[in-house]
């Protein structure tokens, strides 16, 4: 069974200072992997895309790394401001036919000043 | 572009009623999809659509219907609403399958009393 897990399930850091995400997943085959930004009483919002042959992308201050002989992703933010508070999901695709994506259950940050 | 729009924002029904949960997307968006959001779970796919006139079932069908009969349009029935089905329901669109970036909608929070 294609299970996505995350961790840790919260954190809560200052602002300013940095914090990485992991995402371990056992999805196969796999296609590419998503980070999102969900804000609280929102949906979801995309901030990177990778596939098998990408290992870092990054997105502004969000940076996404893929080990995918490891099956492991870490989303690392730089220089935290209030406005990442939120939760962050790893969302894994196969390549198959029907219900393709597979949901990690995301790691809620909470920046303080 | 509106993006992808949700009605209501927040729903109260009594146990065995029936209502719909609209979606509407303005980017000519082929796929479109409905999740479900419950505390400590990952989002869960309910029903989706390759297109206009087509629908399937997702990983958790059960008390709800679909139907297509636009690009743009893609309703939420709760045929007899319990409980169980108290949750945060999101749409979902995006250009041709889901293994591209999804534009999610803000959601809409149901309470099953």
């Known amino acids: 069974k294609n299970q996505v897990e995350q961790s840790p399930q919260s954190l809560i850091i200052l602002e300013g200072k940095n914090c990485t995400l992991q995402?371990?997943?056992?999805?196969?085959?796999?296609?590419?992997l998503r980070w999102y930004k969900q804000d609280t009483g929102r949906g979801p919002v995309s901030l990177t895309i990778?596939?098998?042959?990408?290992n870092t992308k990054s997105n502004g201050r969000y940076t996404a790394t893929l080990d995918a002989d490891t099956k492991q992703s870490s989303l690392h933010i730089t220089a935290s401001q209030l406005s990442d508070s939120a939760s962050y999901i790893c969302?894994?695709?196969?390549?198959?036919?029907?219900?393709?994506?597979?949901f990690g259950g995301g790691t809620r940050v909470l920046v303080k000043p | 572009n509106a993006g992808v729009t949700q009605t209501p924002k927040f729903q109260v029904l009594k146990t065995g009623q029936s209502m719909t949960l609209q979606c509407a997307q303005d980017?000519?968006?082929?796929?479109m999809s409905w999740y479900r959001q419950d505390p400590g779970m990952g989002l869960r796919l309910i029903h989706y659509?390759?297109?206009?006139?087509?629908?399937d079932q997702g990983e958790v069908p059960n008390g709800y219907n679909v139907s297509r009969s636009t690009t743009e349009d893609f309703p939420l029935r709760l045929l007899s609403a319990a409980p169980s089905q108290t949750s945060v329901y999101f749409c979902?669109?995006?250009?041709?399958?889901?293994?591209?970036?999804?534009?999610f909608g803000p959601g809409t929070r149901l309470l099953v009393l």
């Open positions: 979902a669109s995006s250009f041709l399958d889901e293994s591209e970036t999804q534009y």
């Open positions: 659509s390759v297109g206009a006139g087509i629908t």
């Open positions: 969302v894994v695709s196969a390549k198959a036919a029907g219900n393709k994506l597979t």
């Open positions: 995402c371990n997943y056992t999805v196969s085959p796999f296609s590419n």
């Open positions: 980017m000519n968006h082929e796929y």
């Open positions: 990778m596939t098998f042959s990408e």
